[in-house]
């Protein structure tokens, strides 16, 4: 029997997160994935100025600022057209900008600061059952061994074995459009300084800077293919992105598709049983939230689970579920406009994007979206 304080399960970017902040605040954590080290694949790409305040306490910031790709501006544009822009360098904040960088570079540093905290991730090991009582959780292991935790934290996505033992309803939907994913060299009509949203009728496609001089593309498709190359990536920015001075397509690094889901779990909090991250909200990818809201669920359970093993009460749980849930609504929201907008038929596009232009240019509205998006408004 191994025993710990916590038991987080998932070592994504949200349970690596969570590990580094309660082993930082002296407590015992034990953290297992059920996949081999390196075999995560590498959807998230943005890390936003928020997210860099808060990991900032936990040693994480630096390493992500150096590695990642400093970009001050987010625009929405249809085709040429600029319909918004959304800078980000006037912001309140030390981190004025979005950061890009790879979800694999991401959990790397931050498993290598947990590593460094003296703390270490079981792999590949899975939950396979859980029980609690009043005084904690014992989970059975794959590897025939068990764990008594006095709080388990499923941080395991959004197929959850966590929220499903724990008989957690998934309330939402599921978009009708599959995404493609895709890391690419690119020539020509390619801007350096900004993440762009491109609208389309036929779908919306994301363009955005990576470190080593990649680009990170995001779009929906009817049917994505299992591994997208180098034709259809170039079909799609040629329908979709620059027409001045065409984006070309010069390899394909890396690609990968998946569906997208609009939910929210009906609670983060079942007695001893905490959700964060994937298995407790996920939703469209437009305006590169995910991650981020995972890893602040992340910095706000550890400081609160912290302060309950401390000797608070456990009342705090729940103040934590309670005030995690609506911001989860909010963001899920603002993916769902933002996807909405972009995917509008021919025939409204052109109304769609007057109206954008004209709120565009009101600053009050540039730096609303600037604070939404940065997550500087969920202070």
Do not use: C
């Not at 690596?16 to 390196?38: F, P």
């Not at 929220?163 to 009708?176: P, V």
């Not at 989860?328 to 972009?342: H, Y």
């Amino acid at each position: 029997m191994i025993n710990t304080d916590v038991l987080v399960v998932g070592a994504g970017p949200v349970g690596l997160a969570t590990a580094v902040v309660l082993t930082r605040l002296g407590h015992d954590v034990v953290i297992v994935d059920g996949q081999a080290e390196g075999a995560n694949t590498s959807r998230a790409a943005v890390v936003h100025p928020r997210t860099l305040e808060l990991l900032e306490p936990y040693g994480v910031t630096p390493a992500l600022v150096e590695r990642g790709a400093h970009t001050p501006r987010f625009t929405i544009r249809d085709r040429d057209r600029v319909l918004v822009t959304v800078p980000f360098d006037g912001l309140p904040t030390r981190y004025p900008y979005t950061l890009m960088i790879s979800q694999a570079d991401t959990e790397a540093y931050l498993l290598a600061r947990l590593e460094e905290l003296g703390g270490k991730v079981l792999r590949p090991v899975r939950v396979t059952s859980f029980e609690q009582d009043d005084g904690g959780v014992t989970a059975a292991l794959d590897d025939g061994r068990s764990v008594r935790a006095a709080y388990l934290v499923g941080a395991d996505g959004m197929h959850s074995l966590v929220r499903e033992r724990s008989g957690i309803a998934f309330d939402g939907g599921t978009y009708a459009e599959s995404f493609t994913l895709a890391d690419v060299r690119l020539s020509g009509g390619v801007p350096h300084d900004e993440v762009v949203l491109y609208f389309s009728p036929a779908g919306l496609v994301v363009l955005a800077p990576l470190p080593d001089g990649l680009h990170r593309i995001v779009a929906t498709v009817d049917e994505a293919p299992h591994e997208p190359g180098a034709e259809f990536v170039q079909r799609l920015l040629a329908t979709r992105g620059p027409e001045a001075v065409p984006a070309v397509v010069e390899e394909v690094v890396w690609g990968s598709r998946f569906r997208v889901h609009h939910r929210i779990a009906r609670t983060y909090r079942k007695g001893r049983v905490l959700l964060a991250g994937d298995a407790a909200h996920v939703h469209s990818p437009a305006g590169g939230q995910g991650m981020n809201l995972g890893i602040e669920d992340a910095v706000m359970l550890g400081e609160t689970l912290s302060r309950v093993l401390g000797g608070g009460s456990p009342d705090l749980l729940d103040g934590y579920a309670e005030a995690r849930r609506p911001v989860a609504g909010k963001v899920v929201g603002l993916a769902s406009r933002l996807t909405m907008l972009a995917t509008m038929s021919a025939a409204r596009r052109p109304v769609r994007n007057l109206v954008l232009r004209l709120a565009g240019r009101l600053p009050a509205v540039r730096r609303r979206l600037a604070l939404q998006l940065s997550g500087l408004d969920r202070r």
